[in-house]
């Protein structure tokens, strides 16, 4: 059986209550009787000395006992007998209370208590006063009783406070649980209203809340990104199958079956290029991305990335100038670091028209920087904040024109962000595009 949050509280509250509760008792109990104690001892001390004093004076016992003890009885005692007593005094036997190391003792029956209180006299009157308190009503045996009947029904009291307040608090919770059984992959309907104290609680809620908004968003990502890869492979494979049929449906001249490998190898090619780039996507997460970090010439890897450009720089006549270029070493994925450098650079060459300039700058201050700067054709202000979703295109004909496949930001994105950078784009449509990573 489940064992729920509630049930372990209200053990353990009730537990510790108790604990409490006996705890309390027993040290009430002590205190109280070390409190009646001390006031009889205190009380008899005094009416002894009283005694004393009367004796002294010359006032018989009896006389004196007759005006001035109420609630008590004395005796006087000489060589181990008493010479002397009040009329009630009814304690024949004080061999156990006179050759004792105290003065005062105490007897407890069991609904009441009397002290005995012993004062050695000096001469002429050698012997000893004793004062012997009347039946006291025993308050601590009183209080005793009380407390254990009132105890059990101030421990199911707090149970039953602890239960309602419990409930309370758990409600979020509860709410949470419910709200949680709801979702689905095709349901993430439904947030939990935000508690008005600031508490845990509210912090669990608002964190439950924005967990369900990334699963929102994961699963329209998610759908999108099956729908454009089912697109993407999807339009190759149909080119491949309808080349491959029309070409065996009979015999052809040679030029004709070449031409035809031809838009099949290319379609395999952009194929292999989708694949390896969502494979990249998706090889690395933060959690193993830095057991495959080395030390990476950044420098190097950029200027690698350019002269593999070198050739569609030339057909655009386009000028690729290198304004400020760092020797700069960092641990980083080096898969990754050509990836960015590379997919920044591309885009940049693609989307930039003929005789137009592409500027790059790699250098360190506090923070190490790239910058891309481009005369191209800029991305519209409305789309800037999508431009690095998986296979989201600005403009699809113009990408399918460019061999785009709407991989290469996302990339440089996660590349970026796996290395712990930010990655900034700032365009104007017709004027160009900077994009500036920080690492």
């Not at 039946?135 to 254990?148: G, K, R």
């Amino acid at each position: 059986m489940r064992s729920s949050i509630k049930r372990r509280i209200l053990l353990w509250f009730g537990g510790i209550t108790t604990l409490i509760l006996v705890l309390f008792t027993v040290a009430f109990y002590i205190f109280l009787q070390k409190s009646i104690r001390l006031k009889i001892e205190t009380r008899l001390a005094t009416e002894a000395k009283s005694v004393q004093d009367a004796l002294f004076a010359g006032t018989p016992l009896q006389q004196y006992a007759k005006s001035h003890l109420q609630d008590a009885e004395a005796a006087v005692v000489r060589d181990g007998k008493i010479i002397d007593r009040t009329k009630n005094f009814k304690l024949d036997d004080l061999s156990g209370y006179l050759h004792a190391p105290k003065h005062f003792f105490m007897l407890e029956r069991e609904q009441s208590v009397n002290g005995i209180y012993l004062l050695q006299m000096k001469l002429p009157f050698a012997g000893a006063v004793v004062v012997v308190s009347h039946d006291i009503n025993n308050m601590a045996e009183d209080v005793e009783d009380t407390l254990l009947f009132l105890e059990p029904l101030l421990l199911l009291l707090l149970l039953f406070a602890a239960s309602r307040v419990i409930d309370k608090i758990l409600k979020p919770v509860q709410k949470i649980t419910r709200t949680a059984r709801r979702i689905s992959i095709d349901n993430f309907a439904g947030t939990i209203p935000l508690p008005e104290e600031e508490d845990e609680i509210r912090a669990l809620v608002e964190s439950f809340n924005a967990m369900i908004e990334r699963l929102r968003e994961g699963a329209e990502n998610l759908e999108r990104f099956n729908s454009d890869v089912s697109h993407e492979l999807k339009t190759p494979l149909t080119v491949i199958r309808g080349e491959t049929e029309v070409t065996l449906r009979k015999p052809r001249d040679p030029q004709i079956y070449i031409r035809s490998l031809q838009t099949v190898a290319y379609e395999a090619d952009q194929m292999e290029q989708i694949v390896e780039n969502l494979l990249l996507l998706n090889r690395y997460t933060r959690e193993n991305i830095a057991q495959t970090f080395e030390a990476c010439h950044l420098d190097a890897i950029v200027l690698r990335a350019v002269e593999r450009h070198e050739t569609r720089l030339r057909e655009k006549r386009q000028a690729l100038k290198i304004d400020r270029l760092e020797n700069i070493m960092l641990d980083a994925n080096p898969l990754l670091m050509a990836a960015l450098f590379a997919n920044l650079i591309d885009n940049a060459v693609k989307y930039t028209p003929e005789d137009k300039k592409i500027t790059l700058s790699l250098y360190r201050d506090t923070k190490i920087h790239f910058v891309i700067v481009d005369e191209g054709v800029g991305i519209p202000a409305e789309k800037l904040p999508k431009v690095t979703d998986r296979f989201y295109r600005v403009d699809t004909a113009r990408s399918r024109r460019n061999r785009g496949f709407g991989l290469g930001l996302s990339i440089a994105q996660k590349s970026v962000h796996l290395h712990g950078g930010e990655m900034r784009i700032a365009s104007a449509e017709g004027k160009g595009t900077t994009v500036h990573v920080v690492l």
